[in-house]
């Protein structure tokens, strides 16, 4: 599996990444920024302190003048991105994959990187491309700086809430903003371990917020706030300890924009048709993005929209220009202050049946005949293929996508009845190989 992905580099520390494939990267990527500013910072994996030295030598032995912020959450490097002007940028995460894993996202210029850069950076990678000039490392440390700016866009309150960073980057960061700001803060998995001792980094998953479920409820907080490996994505639990899907943040969240103004809002092709009524319900403008980091940050750019989420927990703020996570809850706060419990606001917003992401793995470097194969018999129903195949009915729709970042396959199924999810699921059911199909029905066999 290669680990040049559609948004970013990652792979498996020390064997697909291994410390003479990150100096070939390194010489690539400084191929493309030779003479330029650049700002790195790493995560808090065991590899990434080794990762982060060969990437910032590699860059200076290319002419650049790398900007070393240190070790960081993912939002104080685009952060650091932005206030320092610098045109390119290498953070070190695997962001929400488990421990074993790192990597590099790439910012190239003033645009999200594309598939075409990331196929670019590959190709130099593979004829190593070196350009020799002489640059320099400057120590920036930016964290204080981060925290004083960031909290003068967020509101205080004085809300008991339950942060749970996971191990990961947000550790020391998250308390600290959300304590500047007057919250009480309990504190869970603070300590940084790139071990990730105590739950997986992914915090979309329900079932890794458990801990922080108990923690909620035995302190009477109102509100659990959990956050990723590298501090850009992030999870809710509400004051009665129940896990909530970032369908429904994503609408408070545009909710929350759209009561001051109208305006486009961006959501991804995976979430529930609930998003999409609800902001135009509230006055806004619904876009759909294809689902991944860079794709909805493109979108959020070129429709100049208020906001954007998807629901890996990937958000995206107007007042910022980029996603974080921790800013992310400090507007969930927000609005939970102004309209009274997480809780009942869930409960407001219809549902319909809608299934989690079905994972199945795929083997090869097939996955782009099968989607095609898949939106060829699908032809009839006129597939939307802005992100893998989706088939879209006025009850529901269903879909099938290739994950950005593992060797997966994402289906994900919606509709207003239970008898007419059946019905939706099995055409595309029909149009699959048969051991695609086969895995499916095999992680879901309810569907």
């Not at 330029?36 to 790493?42: C, L, M, N």
């Not at 059911?429 to 051991?435: I, S, V, W, Y």
Request: proline share 6%; hydrophobic share 45%.
């Amino acid at each position: 599996m290669s680990i040049f992905h559609a948004c970013d580099i990652r792979g498996i520390a020390g064997t697909d990444l291994s410390d003479q494939m990150a100096e070939k990267i390194a010489l690539a990527v400084g191929t493309k920024l030779t003479g330029k500013k650049v700002v790195v910072g790493g995560d808090i994996r065991l590899s990434t302190p080794r990762l982060q030295r060969i990437m910032m030598d590699g860059l200076a032995r290319s002419g650049c003048e790398v900007l070393n912020i240190g070790t960081v959450a993912t939002p104080v490097f685009y952060y650091a991105q932005k206030v320092t002007g610098a045109e390119g940028g290498v953070m070190v995460t695997a962001s929400h994959n488990p421990a074993a894993y790192n990597g590099f996202k790439l910012v190239l210029g003033p645009n999200p990187v594309t598939e075409e850069d990331i196929a670019e950076i590959a190709c130099l990678t593979e004829e190593g491309a070196s350009i020799a000039a002489d640059g320099r490392v400057v120590d920036w440390p930016i964290i204080a700086d981060y925290l004083t700016d960031t909290a003068e866009k967020a509101q205080s309150g004085p809300l008991k809430l339950v942060l749970d960073a996971g191990n990961g980057a947000t550790s020391h960061i998250a308390p600290a903003l959300y304590r500047r700001l007057g919250f009480e803060v309990i504190e869970l998995f603070c300590q940084a371990d790139g071990n990730f001792p105590n739950r997986p980094p992914n915090p979309a998953l329900p079932e890794n917020l458990t801990a922080l479920s108990q923690k909620v409820r035995e302190t009477g907080a109102v509100l659990g706030i959990a956050f990723d490996g590298d501090g850009d994505r992030v999870g809710f639990v509400d004051e009665t300890g129940r896990a909530v899907d970032n369908d429904d943040i994503l609408v408070l969240l545009a909710q929350n924009y759209l009561e001051k103004q109208p305006g486009p809002i961006i959501y991804d092709a995976k979430c529930s048709m609930v998003v999409p009524e609800q902001i135009a319900a509230a006055g806004g403008r619904p876009v759909m993005a294809r689902a991944g980091h860079t794709f909805s940050k493109a979108a959020f750019i070129r429709e100049k929209a208020l906001f954007a989420g998807e629901i890996s927990g990937h958000f995206f703020f107007s007042e910022l220009g980029y996603d974080d996570g921790m800013f992310a809850g400090l507007k969930m706060c927000e609005y939970v202050a102004a309209h009274g419990p997480l809780s009942k606001l869930i409960d407001a917003i219809p549902n319909y049946i809608l299934t989690p992401e079905v994972r199945v793995k795929y083997t090869g470097s097939d996955k782009a005949a099968i989607l095609a194969e898949v939106a060829e018999k699908l032809d009839k129903w006129q597939p939307n293929l802005i992100d893998g195949v989706r088939i879209e009915f006025p009850d529901g729709w269903a879909m099938i996508r290739a994950s950005v970042t593992e060797p997966l396959f994402t289906l994900r199924f919606e509709a207003k009845t239970r008898e007419r999810l059946r019905e939706i699921a099995d055409i595309l059911l029909a149009a699959l190989p048969d051991h695609v199909k086969t895995s499916v029905l095999a992680a879901m066999p309810n569907l």
